[in-house]
Protein backbone atom coordinates (compact mmCIF):
# COMPACT_ATOMS: atom_id res chain seq x y z
CA UNK A 1 0.00 0.00 0.00
CA UNK A 2 2.08 2.73 -0.96
CA UNK A 3 0.03 5.35 -2.04
CA UNK A 4 3.26 8.53 -2.65
CA UNK A 5 6.37 8.25 -2.10
CA UNK A 6 9.36 10.22 -2.78
CA UNK A 7 13.20 10.17 -2.80
CA UNK A 8 15.66 10.93 -1.23
CA UNK A 9 14.23 11.70 2.32
CA UNK A 10 17.32 13.71 2.99
CA UNK A 11 19.62 15.65 0.86
CA UNK A 12 22.56 18.16 1.23
CA UNK A 13 23.76 20.32 -1.51
CA UNK A 14 25.78 22.85 -2.77
CA UNK A 15 25.15 26.30 -4.31
CA UNK A 16 24.87 25.67 -7.82
CA UNK A 17 24.54 22.43 -8.07
CA UNK A 18 21.43 20.60 -9.67
CA UNK A 19 19.26 17.63 -8.48
CA UNK A 20 16.08 16.26 -8.61
CA UNK A 21 13.42 15.33 -6.29
CA UNK A 22 11.51 12.01 -7.41
CA UNK A 23 7.81 11.80 -6.62
CA UNK A 24 5.54 8.43 -7.74
CA UNK A 25 2.37 7.08 -6.94
CA UNK A 26 0.39 4.11 -7.47
CA UNK A 27 -3.28 5.33 -7.03
CA UNK A 28 -3.89 6.39 -10.79
CA UNK A 29 -4.30 10.05 -9.68
CA UNK A 30 -4.12 12.24 -12.35
CA UNK A 31 -3.58 15.72 -10.29
CA UNK A 32 -0.50 16.14 -8.97
CA UNK A 33 1.72 18.86 -7.32
CA UNK A 34 4.73 19.99 -4.95
CA UNK A 35 4.95 21.63 -1.87
CA UNK A 36 7.61 23.43 0.01
CA UNK A 37 6.94 23.69 3.98
CA UNK A 38 9.09 26.62 5.41
CA UNK A 39 8.67 27.24 9.32
CA UNK A 40 5.87 29.83 10.35
CA UNK A 41 5.23 29.87 6.33
CA UNK A 42 2.91 26.79 6.04
CA UNK A 43 3.11 25.14 3.01
CA UNK A 44 3.05 26.45 -0.35
CA UNK A 45 2.67 25.54 -4.08
CA UNK A 46 5.73 24.91 -6.43
CA UNK A 47 4.21 23.40 -9.39
CA UNK A 48 1.62 21.25 -10.23
CA UNK A 49 -0.08 18.89 -13.20
CA UNK A 50 -3.38 17.90 -13.51
CA UNK A 51 -2.43 15.08 -16.08
CA UNK A 52 0.57 13.55 -18.20
CA UNK A 53 2.20 15.95 -20.24
CA UNK A 54 0.33 19.27 -18.46
CA UNK A 55 1.81 21.07 -16.09
CA UNK A 56 1.41 24.40 -14.22
CA UNK A 57 3.22 26.89 -12.30
CA UNK A 58 2.44 27.60 -8.33
CA UNK A 59 2.89 30.09 -5.92
CA UNK A 60 6.83 29.86 -5.84
CA UNK A 61 7.73 28.21 -9.19
CA UNK A 62 11.60 30.28 -9.52
CA UNK A 63 14.57 28.11 -9.40
CA UNK A 64 11.92 24.76 -9.94
CA UNK A 65 11.14 22.59 -13.15
CA UNK A 66 8.83 19.75 -13.80
CA UNK A 67 8.04 17.36 -16.60
CA UNK A 68 4.83 14.71 -16.46
CA UNK A 69 5.52 12.11 -18.87
CA UNK A 70 3.72 9.36 -17.10
CA UNK A 71 0.97 9.32 -14.67
CA UNK A 72 2.53 7.86 -12.17
CA UNK A 73 5.85 9.87 -11.70
CA UNK A 74 6.18 13.47 -10.90
CA UNK A 75 10.00 14.51 -10.46
CA UNK A 76 11.13 18.18 -9.28
CA UNK A 77 14.32 19.27 -10.75
CA UNK A 78 16.10 22.05 -8.91
CA UNK A 79 18.43 23.79 -11.93
CA UNK A 80 20.96 25.57 -9.71
CA UNK A 81 20.43 25.18 -5.72
CA UNK A 82 20.62 27.86 -3.69
CA UNK A 83 20.41 28.39 -0.38
CA UNK A 84 17.02 30.05 -0.43
CA UNK A 85 15.85 26.52 -1.47
CA UNK A 86 16.99 25.21 1.89
CA UNK A 87 13.03 23.49 2.72
CA UNK A 88 11.06 20.39 3.39
CA UNK A 89 9.97 19.44 -0.08
CA UNK A 90 6.25 17.44 -0.04
CA UNK A 91 4.87 16.27 -3.34
CA UNK A 92 1.09 15.47 -3.10
CA UNK A 93 -1.79 13.52 -5.28
CA UNK A 94 -5.41 13.61 -5.79
CA UNK A 95 -8.20 12.35 -8.27
CA UNK A 96 -9.06 14.42 -10.89
CA UNK A 97 -12.67 13.27 -9.88
CA UNK A 98 -14.11 13.73 -6.76
CA UNK A 99 -13.93 15.95 -4.03
CA UNK A 100 -11.71 18.48 -3.68
CA UNK A 101 -8.63 19.15 -1.71
CA UNK A 102 -8.52 15.37 -0.61
CA UNK A 103 -4.67 15.31 -1.12
CA UNK A 104 -2.35 12.76 -0.27
CA UNK A 105 1.20 13.24 1.10
CA UNK A 106 4.55 11.71 0.87
CA UNK A 107 6.59 11.76 3.73
CA UNK A 108 8.81 14.59 2.28
CA UNK A 109 12.31 15.20 1.59
CA UNK A 110 14.96 17.46 3.47
CA UNK A 111 16.86 19.38 1.48
CA UNK A 112 20.00 21.58 2.98
CA UNK A 113 21.38 23.82 0.31
CA UNK A 114 24.70 25.04 2.05
CA UNK B 1 -6.51 36.60 -3.18
CA UNK B 2 -6.78 33.11 -1.27
CA UNK B 3 -5.08 33.56 2.65
CA UNK B 4 -5.29 31.27 5.56
CA UNK B 5 -4.28 32.71 8.90
CA UNK B 6 -4.40 30.24 11.96
CA UNK B 7 -3.83 30.67 15.52
CA UNK B 8 0.32 30.79 16.45
CA UNK B 9 1.60 28.29 18.70
CA UNK B 10 3.23 26.29 19.84
CA UNK B 11 0.30 25.26 21.81
CA UNK B 12 1.31 23.06 24.88
CA UNK B 13 -2.24 21.18 27.02
CA UNK B 14 -2.91 18.40 29.14
CA UNK B 15 -4.24 15.29 28.44
CA UNK B 16 -7.80 15.22 28.74
CA UNK B 17 -7.64 19.01 28.25
CA UNK B 18 -10.25 21.12 25.52
CA UNK B 19 -8.59 21.75 22.35
CA UNK B 20 -9.49 24.70 19.68
CA UNK B 21 -7.03 26.37 17.32
CA UNK B 22 -8.49 29.51 15.70
CA UNK B 23 -8.80 29.62 11.85
CA UNK B 24 -9.99 32.21 9.35
CA UNK B 25 -10.08 32.66 6.07
CA UNK B 26 -9.81 35.30 3.27
CA UNK B 27 -11.45 34.11 -0.63
CA UNK B 28 -12.99 35.26 -3.25
CA UNK B 29 -15.69 32.70 -4.04
CA UNK B 30 -17.03 29.89 -1.99
CA UNK B 31 -14.48 27.44 -1.05
CA UNK B 32 -14.07 23.96 0.46
CA UNK B 33 -12.31 24.10 4.42
CA UNK B 34 -9.65 21.80 5.48
CA UNK B 35 -7.72 20.36 8.95
CA UNK B 36 -4.89 18.61 8.22
CA UNK B 37 -2.62 16.68 10.15
CA UNK B 38 1.10 16.21 10.40
CA UNK B 39 2.64 13.48 12.67
CA UNK B 40 6.27 14.18 13.78
CA UNK B 41 8.19 12.68 10.54
CA UNK B 42 5.41 12.28 8.23
CA UNK B 43 3.59 13.91 5.30
CA UNK B 44 0.40 15.52 5.66
CA UNK B 45 -2.94 13.63 6.16
CA UNK B 46 -6.29 15.09 5.80
CA UNK B 47 -8.14 15.45 9.31
CA UNK B 48 -11.57 16.76 8.11
CA UNK B 49 -13.55 18.61 6.07
CA UNK B 50 -16.44 21.09 4.74
CA UNK B 51 -17.40 21.80 1.89
CA UNK B 52 -20.23 24.71 2.25
CA UNK B 53 -21.81 26.92 5.16
CA UNK B 54 -22.43 25.18 8.46
CA UNK B 55 -21.24 21.77 7.63
CA UNK B 56 -19.69 20.62 9.96
CA UNK B 57 -16.32 18.41 9.55
CA UNK B 58 -15.53 15.36 12.31
CA UNK B 59 -13.03 12.91 12.44
CA UNK B 60 -11.67 10.84 15.53
CA UNK B 61 -13.06 13.63 18.28
CA UNK B 62 -11.87 16.39 16.06
CA UNK B 63 -14.65 19.02 14.82
CA UNK B 64 -14.78 22.01 13.10
CA UNK B 65 -17.80 23.94 11.44
CA UNK B 66 -17.93 26.09 8.34
CA UNK B 67 -19.14 29.68 9.45
CA UNK B 68 -19.41 32.00 6.35
CA UNK B 69 -20.22 34.79 8.57
CA UNK B 70 -17.18 35.05 10.46
CA UNK B 71 -14.67 33.50 7.35
CA UNK B 72 -13.79 30.91 10.12
CA UNK B 73 -13.17 26.91 10.70
CA UNK B 74 -11.97 26.24 14.05
CA UNK B 75 -10.73 23.08 14.99
CA UNK B 76 -12.19 21.68 18.64
CA UNK B 77 -11.32 18.73 20.76
CA UNK B 78 -13.17 18.17 23.87
CA UNK B 79 -10.35 15.96 25.72
CA UNK B 80 -6.87 15.26 23.82
CA UNK B 81 -4.53 12.70 23.84
CA UNK B 82 -0.69 12.39 23.60
CA UNK B 83 -1.32 10.92 20.52
CA UNK B 84 -2.85 13.86 18.95
CA UNK B 85 1.08 15.73 19.43
CA UNK B 86 1.15 16.95 15.71
CA UNK B 87 0.95 20.16 13.48
CA UNK B 88 -2.19 21.39 12.63
CA UNK B 89 -2.61 23.24 9.35
CA UNK B 90 -6.10 24.97 8.19
CA UNK B 91 -6.40 25.36 4.65
CA UNK B 92 -8.97 26.36 1.76
CA UNK B 93 -9.39 24.97 -1.66
CA UNK B 94 -11.04 28.06 -3.99
CA UNK B 95 -13.78 26.03 -6.21
CA UNK B 96 -11.98 27.21 -9.58
CA UNK B 97 -8.33 26.41 -8.08
CA UNK B 98 -7.66 23.13 -9.56
CA UNK B 99 -7.37 21.51 -6.60
CA UNK B 100 -4.59 23.61 -5.32
CA UNK B 101 -4.83 24.25 -1.69
CA UNK B 102 -4.19 27.71 0.28
CA UNK B 103 -2.58 26.52 3.45
CA UNK B 104 -2.06 28.31 7.05
CA UNK B 105 1.30 27.98 8.46
CA UNK B 106 0.36 25.69 11.16
CA UNK B 107 0.22 25.07 14.62
CA UNK B 108 2.36 23.02 17.04
CA UNK B 109 0.45 21.32 19.68
CA UNK B 110 1.97 19.12 22.26
CA UNK B 111 -0.18 17.04 24.98
CA UNK B 112 1.68 15.98 27.93
CA UNK B 113 0.39 12.84 30.04
Known amino acids: NAGVTQTPKFQVLKTGQSMTLQCAQD?????MSWYRQDPGMGLRLIHY???????DQGEVPNGYNVSRSTTEDFPLRLLSAAPSQTSVYFC?????????????FGEGSRLTVL | GDSVTQMEGPVTLSEEAFLTINCTYT??????LFWYVQYPGEGLQLLLK?????DKGSNKGFEATYRKETTSFHLEKGSVQVSDSAVYFC????????????FGSGTQLTVLP
Open chain 1, 92 to 104: ASSQRQGAIGELF
Open chain 1, 49 to 55: SVGAGIT
Open chain 1, 27 to 31: MNHEY
Open chain 2, 50 to 54: ATKAD
Open chain 2, 91 to 102: ALSDRGSARQLT
Open chain 2, 27 to 32: ATGYPS
